[in-house]
């Protein structure tokens, strides 16, 4: 018999006997013999402690943002900054300690307090990181400077010939990637980084399935802040169901990395799902979109929505703040200890620390 017959049979069989249990047991069903009264005094109760205990767990502190995770902050100061500093070590082993150490490091605070904002800066002169910069099926790179970028190439296992990757892409990739050699995941390779408008252009034209490819000047490829990261040997349906995938998933974040095209995320993006393709976003920002399964579209809209939040990681304080511009000035903490970048709609996105 095959699995399947086998299967459905089993499940009718449990079904039948599910329907014959449940009508036996409503037709011997006694008459309730409590008085009314009484039992609306116990579903009253009933219903008082399931409030009750609604009440303790809503207002639990654990409830804030799930469950604290491990990381670093932004990977943009992460080398100078807090890897560096905590550990003394290059960027790249601290950023695989702080993903397999198991302390729970970061808590946010409310309410958002952005007093201490009293500097002011042109945005023209701005140093717009784009690290939280959307591009997507609706807004277009226009307006986004040309990337810096790396070669990956003899650095990362790479597809094709050459990949180049935006200098903080790259540096989170290889970590990711030296992350997973030590969990014994030895197969993946980076099968494209940045596109030139024509490249994408041409891979547009060339697509079969546009589920998976944005028009030139929509794809993130052209900024250098997306890699994909496939395995090795694997069709992308057989990738999708791979434990390698998963283990991406679940890791990604603590370099700086999200999962761009999640399955559940496709009436957002408006991409299908593509368990492959890694944006670059910074540590902070990619832990509160994994931990809070939040597409960036939904992060960024979070944020504009709530001004940003306050959060401490490793006994450093973050805030990150939505700024609109007025009169073409942003407000930024006195100092240096900030990094800005714009969202591609119109804001800013400014991460500051202290
Ligand atoms: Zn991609």
Not at 113 to 137: G, H, K, M, P
Request: with cysteine; charged share 20%; net charge neutral.
């Amino acid at each position: 018999m095959s699995y399947q017959r086998e299967h459905y049979q089993r499940s009718r069989y449990n079904y039948n006997n599910y329907s014959s249990a449940g009508t036996q047991r409503a037709s011997r069903a006694p008459r309730s013999r409590v008085p009314r009264n009484r039992i609306s005094k116990k579903v009253l109760v009933v219903v008082a402690i399931l409030v009750v205990a609604a009440v303790i767990w809503l207002q639990a502190p654990w409830k804030n943002f799930g469950f604290p995770q491990p990381l670093e902050p932004f990977a943009g100061q992460a080398a100078g900054q807090t890897a560096g500093h905590t550990t003394g070590q290059p960027a790249e082993q601290a950023a695989g300690q702080a993903a397999t150490s198991g302390q729970p490091t970061l808590q946010t605070q409310a309410p958002l307090d952005t007093s201490f904002f009293t500097a002011v800066i042109n945005t023209a002169d701005v140093t717009d990181t784009q690290f939280l910069a959307l591009v997507n099926r609706d807004h277009a790179i226009n307006t986004l400077a040309d990337p810096d970028l790396v070669n990956a190439i003899d650095t990362v296992p790479i597809l094709n010939s050459s990949v180049f990757l935006h200098p903080k892409t790259f540096a989170a990739t290889e970590s990711l990637l030296q992350a997973a050699q030590v969990a014994n995941i030895t197969n993946l390779c980076v099968s494209s980084g940045w596109r030139s408008y024509e490249a994408q252009e041409r891979l547009y034209a060339e697509a079969t399935d546009k589920s998976l490819v944005q028009k030139p000047n929509h794809s993130e490829h052209q900024t250098g802040l997306a890699a994909d990261i496939v395995v090795a040997h694997l069709t992308q349906k057989e990738m999708a169901r791979s434990h390698e995938a998963k283990w991406l998933a679940e890791n990604s974040w603590k370099y700086g990395l999200v999962v761009r095209y999640a399955k559940d995320k496709k009436d957002i993006t408006h991409i299908a799902s593509e368990p492959w393709h890694f944006r670059y976003v910074g540590k902070l920002h990619a832990w509160y979109c994994w931990s809070n399964n939040l597409c960036l579209e939904e992060y960024l809209e979070l944020l504009q929505e709530t001004g940003g939040y306050h959060a401490t990681f490793e006994g450093t304080s973050y805030t990150v703040v939505y700024e609109e511009p007025e009169n073409g000035k942003l407000r930024v903490p006195p100092g240096t200890n900030y990094i800005v970048s714009s969202d591609n709609m119109g804001g800013y996105i400014v991460s500051s620390w202290e």
